[in-house]
């Protein structure tokens, strides 16, 4: 294992990289060619460079940790082809991400935080608790190790795994920074979306930040009688704050919003709910993402059949709403949507 008192490769920016490299009496052009093989071509380690000096390879893994997240289980889905990815240290399970497979690429699913502070009911995340955010260098490295896992550049960004990123706010941000940088992965920041339960200061930091970047809120109700049994963020911020920010993100940036919505059977899922998410959305420019509940052991929950689907969406149709149905992916492995925790060693083995 790495030795965790040594800098991270991958929280370093260029600038950095190139300081320690003239602190070593090479010169700065090195940073770029490094960043090369780390982003761009996947390396695993500084001894995989091998257009750089043996003597330098050799010094950089003397002061610079290149990775420290380690797969502990990859599990692939035979129907959808999406694939889990279970990170952690030495053995110890710390957090998942998953890769999956659509008509235009690959897309991932990547994670904020080690469990989750949001505590959603629905959502296996909040099973184990809330750990820790993760840094900056190691949600770029959730990234960087699927690809590598995959062989090529995965196409698109989502963070819509564990944990709420905009309580993981700087981290999140700095990783797209590195990943959408021209000498780094170079990913458009148009291909990136932030999901959030919905934070109106770090929504409203967000539409300055974002530079394209796209934002999704994960809303599930209309109504703060229901939403505060869900969501408990929501009793902090609810649903009029929320939705203040949202409206102010939208004019700010100009982008259309994803609104992602659970539906729960007999709990936010009749024709009377989808009224008033109409109303409540009837002024901003928003996709509607329906998301039937993917089953979660030890949670109660039921997933509504495919005609109350259908009239929820049918009453949002006809009071012009955008929307959709997300197609649920991973479910054979649990990496759907909601369906991420960190697993237990036990689970493993």
Same mark, same amino acid.
């Given at each position: 294992m790495d030795d965790l008192s040594l800098t991270h490769f991958f929280e370093l920016s260029l600038e950095e990289l190139s300081s320690i490299l003239v602190g070593m009496?090479? =010169?700065?052009?090195?940073? =770029? !060619?490094?960043? /090369?093989?780390?982003? =761009?071509?996947?390396?695993?380690s500084f001894d995989e460079m091998t257009d750089l000096p043996l003597k330098l390879r050799q010094d950089l893994g003397k002061a610079v940790t290149f990775t420290r997240l380690e797969p502990l289980l990859v599990q692939e889905g035979a129907e959808s082809g999406t694939k889990k990815y279970l990170w952690g240290?030495?053995? #110890? &399970?710390?957090v998942e991400s998953v890769v999956m497979k659509y008509s235009y690429g690959l897309s991932a699913c990547l994670s904020t935080q080690a469990g989750c502070p949001a505590g959603c009911a629905f959502c296996a995340s909040r099973i184990l608790g809330f750990q820790r955010n993760l840094s900056k260098g190691e949600i770029i490295e959730e990234f960087l190790g699927m690809c590598r896992d995959q062989g090529e550049r995965i196409g698109r960004i989502v963070f819509m795994g564990t944990g709420e990123p905009f309580l993981n706010y700087d981290a999140v941000m700095g990783a797209i920074d590195i990943l959408s940088s021209p000498e780094g992965y170079g990913l458009s920041r148009r291909k990136v979306t932030v999901s959030t339960v919905g934070i109106p200061g770090a929504i409203r930091r967000f539409a =300055?930040?974002?530079?394209?970047? %796209? $934002?999704? @809120? /994960? @809303?599930?109700?209309? /109504?703060?009688e229901v939403r505060d049994k869900i969501v408990p963020l929501n009793k902090r911020h609810p649903i009029r704050e929320v939705m203040g920010a949202l409206r102010e993100y939208a004019k700010d940036t100009? !982008?259309?919003? #994803?609104v992602e919505y659970m539906l729960l059977k007999g709990i936010n899922d009749s024709a009377k709910d989808a009224l008033k998410l109409s109303g409540l959305l009837s002024d901003i420019d928003c996709l509607v993402n329906l998301i039937?509940? *993917? &089953? +979660? &052991?030890? $949670?109660?929950?039921? %997933?509504?059949?495919?005609?109350?689907?259908? %009239?929820?969406?049918?009453? $949002? $149709?006809? *009071?012009?709403?955008? +929307? #959709?149905?997300?197609r649920s992916l991973g479910g054979e492995i649990e990496a759907a949507c909601g369906q991420l925790r960190r697993q237990e060693t036990r689970d493993i083995n």
């Open positions: 009496g090479e =010169k700065p052009y090195r940073a =770029k !060619q490094i960043w /090369s093989w780390a982003y =761009k071509k996947f390396a695993s240290f030495s053995g #110890t &399970p710390l =300055k930040d974002s530079r394209g970047a %796209r $934002l999704a @809120l /994960s @809303l599930h109700a209309a /109504s703060d100009g !982008q259309r919003v #994803t039937p509940w *993917n &089953p +979660v &052991p030890g $949670l109660s929950f039921e %997933r509504p059949d495919r005609s109350r689907v259908e %009239r929820f969406q049918e009453v $949002l $149709l006809r *009071n012009r709403v955008k +929307v #959709t149905v997300r």
